[in-house]
């Protein structure tokens, strides 16, 4: 089956810094989303991105499908970013999503 | 409600007893799904129903765990004879389209179920 793997595992940072977290996956997708869990283990929709490039606010991403990543950036972290960020997919033919190995991001004031 | 409806947020039950967890999706979604999430792991697919129909249900870990969405809306997560290794956060998931194509998965705020 697909492997997806997210990078760094752990980020901190101070409160205002950029980051970019990493998505990648072994096969070809046909959804892609984003997601934060926050630390009371709601897990937030952030993009839904099978391809191409969304802003959000402070947030976006962009997704690369022929060379198999994701990218998400956070630009002037908050401590309310705190939690873990998952990117989830699933394969042509299918419908389950199989979810990353996700980055835990600490978020320091 | 707007979002995605889970109900207990929280649950505890003894070893060996039967608990139900309930699902109400977001009104007019087709698909809908559940996932278990280990404490530490991200979550991870256990059945998948199109309206009423189970047309997926390889994740379930065993013959313990039983599904339903009888009119295609509101679902039933069942455990029989809990054990302890069924304590997690139980999710569920409503899409628009059918099979999950082309459309966002939506979640609910899960149920946390500790099995005593």
């Known amino acids: 089956g697909i492997q997806v793997e997210q990078s760094p595992p752990d980020l901190i940072l101070q409160e205002g810094a950029n980051s970019t977290l990493r998505c990648n996956f072994s096969?070809?997708?046909?959804?892609l989303q984003w997601f934060h869990q926050n630390p009371w283990g709601q897990l937030i929709n952030l993009f839904y991105i099978p391809s191409g490039t969304k802003q959000n606010g402070r947030l976006s991403a962009t997704t690369v499908a022929t060379e198999r990543y994701s990218l998400l950036y956070i630009s002037s972290s908050q401590t309310t970013d705190s939690g873990v960020y998952f990117c989830?997919?699933?394969?042509?033919?299918?419908?389950?999503?199989?979810f990353g190995t996700g980055t835990r991001l600490k978020v320091l004031a | 409600g707007a979002g995605v409806s889970q109900s207990p947020r929280y649950k505890v039950a003894k070893r060996g007893q039967d608990v139900a967890l309930r699902c109400d999706p977001i009104s007019g979604h087709v698909s809908l799904f559940w996932y278990q999430q280990a404490l530490g792991q991200g979550p991870e697919f256990l059945t998948y129903f199109q309206n009423e129909a189970q047309l997926d249900k390889s994740g379930l870990p065993s013959d313990r765990f039983f599904a339903e969405r009888p009119e295609g809306s509101v679902s039933t997560l069942k455990i029989q004879r809990t054990q302890q290794e069924d304590s997690a956060v139980y999710l569920c998931?409503?899409?628009?389209?059918?099979?999950?194509?082309?459309?966002?998965?939506?979640f609910g705020d899960g149920t946390r179920l500790s099995i005593l």
């Open positions: 989830a997919v699933s394969t042509s033919g299918t419908y389950k999503y199989i």
């Open positions: 096969d070809s997708v046909n959804n």
């Open positions: 998931a409503s899409s628009l389209a059918p099979r999950n194509s082309g459309q966002p998965q939506h």
